[in-house]
């Protein structure tokens, strides 16, 4: 994953460092040429190595379309900007790199918020560039006009609205900066159509000066040796990892710490992928649908070193119940982080990476490894064995999706990248699939967007066209966003999906099962009783491959006769039974001490143990 050197943090960036930022090659000096804003702004692309971008044209923003169209800038033609928008996510999440979206203006432009608070959750580098009515016009309702710049203002790590066609190298420079370095998050630049049109002339590299602006990189050589201090005097610590790690490129840092020091590790849905699912330090993932070891070591624990993660509620449970007994070490480089959920009492500003290799450089002189903590791994131990991920076989004879899950991922492989929906089929491709490397699973985490898969799939394989990418969707996500399909279909973007159709929104209905009595009030879609839509007819009609899978016996023909198609996008309709449930639980709002290993089963922590 491409990562900024210490320089881009400095709050005057140089052009070099803000094209090291981006995954650009070395800037190149061009000459005061003659152009129009648009040109500009395509010609600052192409200088800060942007290799596509993912939009739709409209008016305000098509002057820009005019010099994409000579532009060695490949453009795709998505056909909702929303899809745009998770592309562009999907794009820099397996890559590393900043994802590029375009839309115009009003409609074009408030379709891209979605996908941009997406981004801000999860932190991922995007640059939004959007159209804007021309100047005279802002401001009096002019056609197809909005704010999309006080709109966002909330859900971008910073925006721009773009004065003079002068201002455009510098600004998109500023963008692609500030969106790669520090926390990553998105970043809107909105273009008045005028300032696209008005003559101008294009030089780089820019001159950038953003005062104020200085992510602290280095920890405090204090907090890191009071932070060694407190993992020497444990005696439950747990490494509670979050995707800070991923994104600060600090995974094999992490490694090196959890296996010098013995403690283990628990990766949050956003972090998969950071510690090996293999390792046997690894107790898997902590929250509400995460695996009881994980859940109880959180708990249990008397210190969490937290390292890239926020306390989100997801993972805490009932805040005032959660980790009752523990000290907390907290590194995040974005200092908002630290306290906002969960006091710190040793806070520690700074990039993971670094944070973890001067973690192991202060406890190298101390560790002792797993020996050290015996009898808190005799107890971790012992609950792996007695509560295992697993599931029951539907007694209706009906497919179970978890069955489908665990063979895609044991047929496809630990290479590939795997992208999901959210609802119950994010859960169990989180459970049931085996992440060993860093940027192989994505999903929307923060923001829970459904819709998010097929799209974030077409721009992960945009970005490694050499690696399976496959789309775990549900039904309901589904038919938010398959219209993405036809692109990758035209594009030669040969994604496959594998659809979990239950014929409900999953999540939804699991809820009502559990909290409503069983009133299923507008669950069900549908799919299972009328077969509307059909999925393997509606993938054939969007250029893709359609197949169904209806029973355990065709499961593995089915996926691996999808493996052998790679010119076209593939689409398997897994038709499963409705009433498979996420399991463990624990219920929103709840303790973590409250989670249920199965409907009315609950684990018997032993606290004579401790």
Known sequence: MTRPTPETLAHRATPATVAAAAGAPAVTAVSPTPTSGAGSLVRSLEALGVDVAFGIPGGAILPAYDPLYDSKVRHILVRHEQGAGHAATGYAQATGKVGVC???????????????????????????????????????????????????????????????????????????????????????????????????????????????????????????????????????????????????????????????????????????????????????????????????????????VTLGARFDDRVTGKLDSFAPDAKVVHADIDPAEIGKNRHADVPIVGDAR???????????????????????????????????????????????????????????GPDAIYVAGVGQHQMWASQFIKYEKPATWLNSGGAGTMGYAVPAAMGAKVGKPELQVWAVDGDGCFQMTNQELATCALEGIPIKVALINNGNLGMVRQWQTLFYEGRYSNTELGTHKHRIPDFVKLAEALGCVGLRCETKAEVDATIKAAMEIDDRPVVIDFTVGKDAMVWPMVAAGTSNDEIMFARDVRPNFDEDDL
Do not use: C
Request: charged share 15%; net charge negative.
């Open 102 to 304: 375009f839309a115009t203006s009003g409609p074009g432009a408030t379709n891209l918020v979605t996908p941009i608070a997406d981004a801000y959750m999860d932190s991922v580098p995007i640059v939004a560039i959007t159209g804007q009515v021309p100047r005279p016009a802002i401001g009096t309702d002019a056609f197809q006009e909005a704010d999309i710049q006080g709109i966002t203002l909330p859900i971008t790590k910073h925006n721009f609205l773009v004065q003079t066609a002068e201002e455009i190298p510098r600004i998109l420079a500023e963008a692609f900066h500030l969106a790669s370095t520090g926390r990553p998050g998105p970043v809107l630049v909105d273009i008045p159509k005028d300032v696209l049109q008005a003559q101008t002339t294009f030089s780089w590299p820019p001159t950038l000066d953003l005062p104020g602006y200085r992510p602290t990189l280095h920890p405090h050589g204090k907090q890191i040796r009071e932070a060694a201090r407190l993992i020497a005097a444990a005696k439950r610590p747990v490494l509670y990892v979050g995707g800070g790690v991923l994104k600060a490129g600090a995974t094999d840092g992490l490694r090196k710490l959890a296996e010098l020091t013995g403690i283990p590790v628990v990766t949050t849905l956003m972090a998969l992928g950071a510690f090996p699912d293999s390792h046997p330090q690894h107790l898997g993932m902590p929250g509400m649908h995460g695996t009881v070891p994980a859940v109880y070591a959180l708990q249990k624990a008397d210190l969490l």
């Open 354 to 412: 670094h944070v973890i290799d001067e973690l192991i450089a202060a406890v190298s002189g101390t560790a002792a490894g797993a020996s050290a903590y015996e009898p808190w791994w005799a107890l971790l131990n012992d609950l792996r064995k007695r509560y295992p991920l697993g599931y029951d076989e539907p007694t209706d004879g009906t497919l179970a999706p978890q069955y489908v899950i665990e063979r895609l991922g044991e047929l496809v």
